[in-house]
Every structure is written in structure tokens, then in C-alpha cells.
């Protein structure tokens, strides 16, 4: 197996063992379960950080380490995946009866878990996983013993670990129990009030007759002074009005003296308070949102100091950057809790909160390896502004303006564009000339898929790594070894010759992955990444690690299991050789959903290590979603990425806030716009728009009114960090590689300008800074579930008119009275024979390979509207009579009047209908005729047809079809249809 240098990050790190002895130490792992034969305990030691111990998925598990001989250790690192113990214990045994507790925390967490404890000698340690963090079982990547006095954690690629400090002893050459107070506290700090207990350090406030004061407080500080760098700690704030929490640099009183906070009020445990203070001058802070209340679990805040700046952090999340007003003094590094007689600020306080506690897990002070000068010069890096956020480079902030494909030739065959012959085959003269064309037309930024001569100038651009490959198997299967490593491989040869490139803002790990399955978008319910992870063979990795996620989702209970899938299944091992399975429930939906997160988790854990390995000091920007992803996706994303990527093409111009406050909201990371369009019938390409994102207007006018209208509005977003336009020609006429064949191009493909969206540029990307400077929509403090799509029970339109509705059928099935519009993706193999006998209807089909299909059928009822709808106002449900194949699938689509393709500028139905779409749960056959009932409040919005912007509600007064869908890849079969009925 290929084996890593020493390289460590927040979740991955692999190490060596060193032995101090010239015989190196044999070492021997054991656990208590393994969740998989491929996840034992031998990883933990075997220095891969992509191969990892896993348990089952119980509490009170453990790992054992054996030493051949008796060993010194003075601490170690514990690496957890995702699946953590919050609460664990290290013990040490010379005979393997007598064991000791060396270390004990109920406040595990994801990544690095540093242990220091006095140097002991031991034969054999034992990790106790005590209580489990997740759902999931216990997982470490490595575990690192530390067999040298005083060894130390990591060093970035321009910060050094200067101080570490994990609060197991008080080490009084480093730090000092303060015994002071100041006039705007109302209690005087007592040595007694600071308690190391447990590998953290409480600083308790405590009502009791302290000297001078009525309440006491704790105060724990260095002893020397500390000047630029990277200041961390994990901690846990107090509860109650009055009393403040915090972590801090201060230089002792002088004039003026230097201060740069993280102060958070028990009066409100959900913000945080940053603060900069350069004395005669009036404290500046800023406070932000942190979505969680930090009274109730540690969590990391930090702080990055230089000369002309400071950014602030909240568990590796950018929060807010001040670029005035820097300390420039070395300070002390400080932590206390106290009361502030200012009411106004701090809140009157409350007695029933006393005695009052502060908690601290780790403070750590790296040290900058380069120096702190130059270590912002040339670096372009997000920043917040506590209302907006930028990218800055050299001090001055910017929301990006970017052009995708800004290359000198298409790279297609036929009539093309190429345009390097001009420039006598010089890439360098053409790379001078494009770029000087497109400052012209305010552009920023080179985006993806641009040639390297224009990046080599070292103008602002980003690159695309595809780190897991293109296409639909991408995500499969992200458990295996060989798919880790064939990711770092691609990391290596991709990321590591272009870092620290002048101009690179970062890398997307990929583009439009499949999240759904084998697209980037909705498509085939029947393909999603669950139902692809079920047909794996049962010695996958991935087979494994699904099947004991169900088994713990389901609390190992093949009854609750049963109750949400149509599959007759008696035991969960029943699920290892390759298998469908049916929902038959919004919470089986949901659990499909949720798998796609997992296999979320440990894609982008994997890609954040890459990108960091091989170019830490660069963005990781995403993996440009299209369009959306699953909700569960979208917050894995959040947590591991710099910045939100997204394709976002909107055929009128128009976006929505509410999708996009929402994709803030799940991740508190700042959206960067990475493909959008406009493309013109009139182009002088000769480009038909037929195939490509359907972005489609008449004229170059329209296109240019698109660009002004939708990149105004992205501009006003403070999360929006900048826009992508796809792309910088138009493509060949005769069809590029995949056949698209649109206006997309600022130039033709004979090198002409489109003067009229040019000028739009140009209008828009001047002024976009001081649009964005000025917005005044508010940052998202929540997400907003009403609002998003997914898993989501609609609303019915009531009947009002206090009316009772009739039972009425459908569709008469005769040749001559029934409408049906066949469909179906017919290249995969599908196919349908509709026969019509005895008033029944008899459908003959093959699912074929592909995405599925089926047949719109037009109601019959009388009276229609005059667009052919029927109002069916006050039903409650669908039945539908009929035998259908054995164990084969349908569901029940609805279509309002007004329903169409996505991304139509209009969806205008008959009364009010707004051209939703929505669909039913699959049914199963059982061969014999019997009653599907479709409760219509069990449908859900559609994603891949109808209006996405309409009003949640079944317009059941204007429902234009009916239709029956069956999925792909499941096999020839038959349904007859006696009748369909529309019932109260």
C-alpha cells in the first residue's frame, strides 16, 4: 500500500511511529468489533490516513495498541472520521490487569485530538469509546503516540505551532492565575476560580466577598507577549445576563494599549462579538451570528493577525475581517470571565446563573513561518466585512467577475472558433490580447477551463482539479482504498505543479458531479446514489457501509425497516447481494437522501485533504453544484469548503432570493456564481441553440438586458462573492464534443465582439463593487424549510364554495375518448403498445436501461377548460384500478395547467394555476387487479419538470394530465387499467 509523508490536517493526518530506540517498536492493534473486514484496526498504525479502523455501530467500544516491549509515551493523536466518540478515555497497562486512566474527555470531536499526559511506560493502550458523537460507530484514522518529550502537532505552509496547550497541568513557567481586577468589572479575579479537571481549564464566576468586590471571577494568562500569528482556542461559553466570556490578546495597561477580542455575552449565546482596540481610540467590534449555542458545546474561534489585517474564524469559517485600526504591540494571550457594571452592553446580572462557568478544551499559537509582511501580499482570500463578503488581494476587496473557456481554439472539428494562427501560434501574444479585451469589458477574473497562458500572466483565476474523475461513476465508490488514492494521485499531478501560482484564488475539486445519482440534476428516482450503493456487490466497501447505516437508522429493527420499503426483507444481510428497494414513505425518501450526505462526508473530506496537502494555501471552492444538490449534500459542502460553488442558469434573467438565501443558510459560506448564460437565436455564429442549457432569447439585446438584470441582482447579495460567464466564444455551429451548439460567447466564432452584451459587461462589472458595497439585504440568519423543494409535503387547494365534490372517472377508455401522449427515452430501450378492450386500457412496456417512461393521459371530464384542464377542485385522492407485473413500479405524475420544461420565462395556466408539477410514491405489483390510492397530499414538488418558482399549492381547479411513469431498469411488464378515479 502507498504510504504518505508526515502531513496533517483538521480530519486526515498520517504519520511514522519514531522509536527512540535503534530496534523500532512492533506494534499490534485489536478492537472490540470492526464495522467491515476492510475497516480493522490495523489501519490506525498503518500510516495511510485514507484507510481507517471503524466499530460497530454500538457505544463502549475499544481499540488496543500492544508495544513489544515497555514504551515511554508522553501523549497522543487521535484522528476521528466524521464518526466520533464525544466522550473517550485513554488507558495504559505494563501487564494488561492493571490499567491506568491517563486521560479522560466527554468533549471529543471530529480531526485531530491532541493528548498530552506526564511520560508513562506501558506495553499496552486501550482508546474506550465511551459514548458515540453520531448515529454512526466509531471511526479513527490514525492514532500517533507521541514518544518524545514536549513533541509537538503540525506546521502549515506559513504558520508554525509555537504554543499548544491542552490544559492537563498547570504549567506555571508558561502561564499565571490572575489576582487583579479593572473599574468596569464588577468582580476581582481569584486564583481559585481557575480549575484544571479533565484536560480543560474552567474559569468559574462565583458570588462571594472577593477584596474590594462582592463576586469573584477567573483570569488565565501568559506570561510573555505574543505578536502576529494565528490565535486558537476551543471553548465553551458561560450562560447568564451580565457575564462575559472571552479570549483575547492584550498588552498590560500602557498608553495606548493594544487589544484584539473574542468576547461572547451570556445574554446572548448565539453571536459572538469581535473587537479591536487601539487605546485612546473607541473599541471597534463587530458582532456575528453563530447559528448554534455556544453555551451548550465547545466550539473553535480564531483569529489571524497581521500587520495590516486581522480575520476572524468560527470552527475554520470566516466571520469577519478588519483591515483599519490593527494592534501593532505583542500582547499576552488571555482568557477570562467576568461581569461588566455596563448594563447597556452586558445585560443586568442574573443571579439564578451563578455559580457560572466558562470552559476551555485547547489554545494553540502558531507562529508565522513566513513573514507576517509578505504573507498577505498577492494572497487572495475571502474576507466579511460583518455585512458582505469580498475577495482581497493586497488589501483591496473585490466580488469576481469571471469568463469561463477563455481559449484560443474550441478544440471541436469543422467550423470553429480558432483564432491562434492570427497570433503566428505565439499562446503568449494571444493570451496578452484576450486578457486586454476582456478588462475592456470589466472582467476580473480567468475561469475554468481557460488556457494556461492566460493563467501564467498571474491575473486573478481558478482551476478545475476533477478529483474523482468526470461522470456518472465519480462518486462510486468513495469508500474504497484505491478510490482514495487514486484521488490524491490526481491531486498530486493536477494541484501540486500550480501552487502558490500568482493569481490563483483556488481549485474546484470537480463539476456537476452526480449527486443524484448519474447527473449533476434530478433525473431517474430509481438511480439515485442509494439505489447505485444497493447494486454494488456485497464485498464493496461501500455495500457495507450502507448496510450499516440503514441497520442503524432503523436501531437494527427489520420491522421499522419493513414499514418504509416494499421489499420483503427478514434481515438486514438480506440487503448484501445487489437489490432494489421501493419507498413506500416520505421517511424512506428522506433516508435516501440522507445516504447521499454520507457518501457526501467522505468525498469532500477526502478532496479538502487533497487540496490542502498538495496547495494549502489556496481556496478549495467546490465542486459547482448544477443548479442544486440534496440538502444533505449542500451541508456536508458547508463544512469543509472555503466558498460555495454553483451553476446557476436562469432563462429570464431572474434569480431567487429565497433559493439562495437558503443555500447560505445551510452552509454560512459565501456563493460563488460559476456558470450562467444567455444565448440568442440572432448570433453571428450561426449557432442553432439547440442543445445546452436552455437559457434561449431572441436577440443580442435580450442577451445583454439578461446579463444587466441578472448580474445586478447577484451583485446585491452579500454572500455572492462573484459570477462566471460561460463562456468566452460561441460554440461550433456543426456541435461541439458532446454536440452543444449555443450563442454562449461574448465573440463570435470569427473573433467579432457582441457589442451589445459587451457593453452590458462592461455597464454591470464597473459598478457590481459599489452595488455590493452598498446592498442592503440582510446575510441569512436561517434556513428557511418552506421554502425548499425537497422531501416536502404540498398543500391541496381547498374547495371554498362549500360544494361537495362527486366522485368522477378520469378518462373513458376507448380508442376514440382517450387522449394519451406517449414519452419515454426511447435510445435506452424504452417502449410502450397501448391496446384499448371492454372499457379497459392495456399497456405493454419495456423500461428499457435508461431513465424510464410513460404516457400523459388528458382527462375527460366534463366540462374542460379551454386549454383542456379539468377542475377536480375538493379531491382528496386518486385511485386507480388495475393489475400490474409483479414487484414492477409506477407512479402517478399530476401536471397543472401551465406546466412545462424547467426554466421557462412563463408558466401561465387557466384560473390561477401557476404550471406545477408533482408526483407521487411508487406503487408495486402484485400481478392480480386491485385499488392504488394516491393521497394527493402525499405528492411532492417534481424537480426535473414544471414551474419551480410557483406556489407549493395543487391547483386542483385547472389540472391539466394525468400520467403514469415507470422507471428505468427494471423490465418488460404489463398494466391494465380498469379505471382511474378522482375521489372526495
Not at 486586454?436 to 481557460?450: A, D, M
Request: hydrophobic share 35%.
Amino acid at each position: 500500500m502507498k504510504k504518505f509523508i508526515h502531513y496533517t490536517l483538521l480530519i486526515f493526518l498520517c504519520a511514522t511511529v519514531f522509536a527512540a530506540n535503534p530496534k523500532p517498536i512492533q506494534i499490534t492493534a485489536h478492537s472490540s468489533s470492526q464495522e467491515s473486514s476492510t475497516c480493522g484496526p490495523e489501519n490506525v498504525i498503518d500510516g495511510d490516513f485514507l484507510t481507517r479502523w471503524g466499530s460497530g455501530f454500538e457505544d463502549n467500544q475499544w481499540l488496543e495498541l500492544i508495544f513489544d516491549r515497555p514504551t515511554i509515551i508522553y501523549g497522543l493523536e487521535i484522528i476521528w472520521e466524521r464518526a466520533y466518540a464525544k466522550e473517550f478515555s485513554v488507558s495504559v497497562s505494563l501487564d494488561k490487569k492493571n490499567w491506568k486512566t491517563v486521560y479522560k474527555t466527554k468533549y471529543g470531536h471530529v480531526g485531530l485530538n491532541d493528548i498530552y499526559f506526564p511520560g508513562i511506560s506501558t506495553r499496552y493502550l486501550r482508546i474506550n469509546a465511551i459514548k458515540r458523537g453520531t448515529e454512526w460507530g466509531n471511526s479513527i484514522y490514525e492514532v500517533i503516540m507521541k514518544l518524545k518529550k514536549g513533541q509537538k502537532s503540525f506546521t502549515y505552509k506559513h504558520w508554525k505551532l509555537e504554543l499548544e496547550e491542552n490544559f492537563d497541568t498547570f504549567n506555571s513557567d508558561v502561564w499565571e492565575k490572575a489576582t487583579h481586577t479593572f473599574d468596569l468589572n464588577m468582580a476581582r479575579f481569584n486564583s481559585a476560580n481557575v480549575r484544571l479537571t479533565n484536560g480543560t481549564m474552567q474559569l468559574w464566576f462565583t458570588k462571594q466577598k472577593c477584596n474590594d468586590r462582592d463576586f469573584a471571577g477567573g483570569e488565565y494568562r501568559t506570561k510573555k507577549n505574543f505578536s502576529y500569528g494565528k490565535y486558537v482556542v476551543r471553548m465553551k461559553a458561560a450562560k447568564g445576563s451580565g457575564l462575559i466570556s472571552s479570549f483575547f490578546t492584550y498588552e498590560d495597561p500602557g498608553t495606548p494599549w493594544h487589544e484584539i477580542d473574542v468576547e461572547i455575552l451570556g445574554k446572548d449565546t448565539k453571536h459572538v462579538q469581535f473587537t479591536r482596540w487601539i487605546q485612546p481610540l473607541q473599541p471597534h467590534w463587530n458582532i456575528a451570528d453563530l447559528s448554534f449555542d455556544s453555551s451548550k458545546d465547545f466550539h473553535e474561534y480564531s483569529f489571524e493577525w497581521l500587520p495590516d489585517s486581522i480575520q476572524w474564524f468560527v470552527d475554520g469559517s470566516p466571520r469577519f475581517t478588519a483591515t483599519d485600526i490593527i494592534p501593532q504591540k505583542p500582547q499576552k494571550i488571555m482568557m477570562n470571565l467576568w461581569a461588566a457594571h455596563w448594563i447597556e452592553w452586558a445585560g443586568k446580572l442574573d443571579m439564578n446563573a451563578l455559580p457560572a462557568v466558562a470552559e476551555y478544551d485547547y489554545v494553540k499559537y502558531y507562529k508565522p513561518v513566513t513573514p507576517a509582511k509578505q504573507l498577505a501580499k498577492n494572497k487572495i482570500r475571502v474576507v466579511n466585512d460583518g455585512k458582505r463578503y469580498w475577495f482581497e488581494m493586497n488589501g483591496k476587496k473585490f466580488i469576481s467577475r469571471g469568463v469561463n473557456c477563455v481559449l484560443p481554439s474550441d478544440g471541436s472539428k469543422g467550423k470553429k472558433y480558432d483564432i491562434l494562427a492570427k497570433y503566428g501560434n505565439d499562446k503568449k501574444k494571444w493570451a496578452a490580447s484576450a486578457w486586454k479585451r476582456l478588462k475592456k469589458f470589466g472582467v476580473t477574473t480567468v475561469s475554468g477551463w481557460s488556457d494556461d497562458a492566460v493563467y501564467s500572466i498571474g491575473v486573478p483565476h481558478t482551476r478545475v482539479a476533477w478529483l474523482g474523475g468526470g461522470g456518472k461513476d465519480s462518486l462510486i465508490d468513495v469508500f474504497e482504498v484505491e478510490y482514495a488514492n487514486n484521488l490524491f494521485e490526481d491531486a498530486r499531478n493536477t494541484i501540486q505543479p500550480r501552487a502558490g501560482e500568482p493569481g490563483l484564488i483556488g481549485w474546484f475539486a470537480n463539476n456537476e458531479m452526480p449527486w443524484y445519482g448519474e447527473y449533476g440534476w434530478p433525473n431517474d428516482n430509481s438511480k439515485t446514489l442509494f439505489d447505485r450503493y444497493l447494486a454494488l456487490p456485497d464485498t464493496a466497501p461501500g455495500k457495507q457501509r450502507l448496510i450499516n447505516f440503514l441497520k442503524n437508522t432503523y436501531s437494527n429493527s427489520i420491522d421499522s425497516f419493513s414499514a418504509d420499503w416494499y421489499e420483503p426483507v427478514k434481515k438486514f444481510e438480506d440487503l448484501l447481494p445487489p437489490i432494489r428497494l421501493t419507498p413506500k414513505s416520505l421517511r424512506a425518501k428522506k433516508i435516501k437522501n440522507d445516504w447521499t450526505g454520507v457518501v457526501a462526508e467522505r468525498y469532500f473530506a477526502l478532496a479538502r485533504a487533497a487540496i490542502r496537502k498538495y496547495d494549502p494555501n489556496s481556496l478549495f471552492l467546490g465542486v459547482r453544484f448544477a443548479g442544486n444538490a440534496p440538502r444533505a449534500v449542500i451541508e456536508v459542502c458547508g463544512r469543509y469548503v472555503d466558498v460555495l460553488s454553483l451553476n446557476y442558469y436562469r432563462k429570464d434573467g431572474v434569480i431567487s432570493t429565497k433559493f439562495l438565501d437558503n443555500f447560505y443558510a445551510l452552509t454560512k459560506k459565501p456563493i460563488l456564481i460559476t456558470e450562467f448564460s444567455f444565448r440568442a437565436m440572432e448570433n453571428a455564429s450561426g449557432d442553432a441553440n439547440s442543445k445546452g442549457a436552455d437559457v434561449t432569447v431572441q436577440t443580442q439585446a435580450d442577451r445583454a438586458e439578461g446579463y444587466r438584470k441578472y448580474c445586478t441582482a447577484m451583485a446585491k447579495l452579500p454572500y455572492i462573492i462573484g459570477w462566471d460567464w460561460f463562456q468566452y466564444f460561441d460554440q461550433p455551429p456543426g456541435g461541439r464534443f458532446d454536440g452543444e451548439n449555443s450563442n454562449y460567447g461574448i465573440i463570435s466564432i470569427d473573433d467579432v465582439v457582441y457589442p451589445e452584451l459587451s457593453a452590458a459587461m462592461l455597464d454591470v462589472n464597473s459598478k457590481a463593487d459599489e452595488l455590493h458595497r452598498l446592498s442592503t439585504h440582510p446575510i441569512p440568519q436561517s434556513f428557511d424549510k418552506e421554502s425548499w423543494g425537497e422531501l416536502r409535503l404540498v398543500s391541496v387547494r381547498k374547495n371554498k364554495s362549500g360544494k361537495k365534490f362527486q366522485p368522477c372517472e378520469w378518462a373513458v377508455f376507448t380508442k376514440e375518448k382517450c387522449k394519451v401522449n406517449q414519452w419515454g427515452d426511447r435510445e435506452s430501450g424504452y417502449s410502450d403498445k397501448i391496446t384499448f378492450s371492454s372499457g379497459n386500457m392495456k399497456i405493454d412496456f419495456d423500461t428499457g436501461t435508461g431513465w424510464g417512461g410513460g404516457m400523459d393521459i388528458q382527462p375527460n371530464i366534463s366540462p374542460l377548460k379551454s386549454d383542456g384542464s379539468a377542475d377536480i377542485l375538493g379531491a382528496e385522492s386518486i385511485v386507480i384500478t388495475a393489475a400490474l407485473s409483479k414487484d414492477l413500479s409506477v407512479s402517478l405524475l399530476l401536471n397543472e395547467s401551465g406546466a412545462a420544461e424547467v426554466g421557462e420565462q412563463y408558466y401561465g395556466g387557466q384560473d390561477g394555476a401557476d404550471g406545477e408539477s408533482y408526483g407521487s410514491f411508487q406503487m408495486r405489483g402484485t400481478g392480480t387487479s386491485q385499488k392504488y390510492v394516491f393521497p394527493l397530499k402525499t405528492f411532492q414538488l417534481r424537480n426535473s419538470y414544471g414551474n419551480q418558482r410557483g406556489n407549493n399549492i395543487i391547483d386542483l381547479q385547472s389540472v391539466k394530465q394525468l400520467s403514469l411513469f415507470f422507471p428505468g431498469g427494471q423490465r418488460k411488464g404489463r398494466m391494465e387499467i380498469e379505471s382511474i378515479k378522482i375521489i372526495p
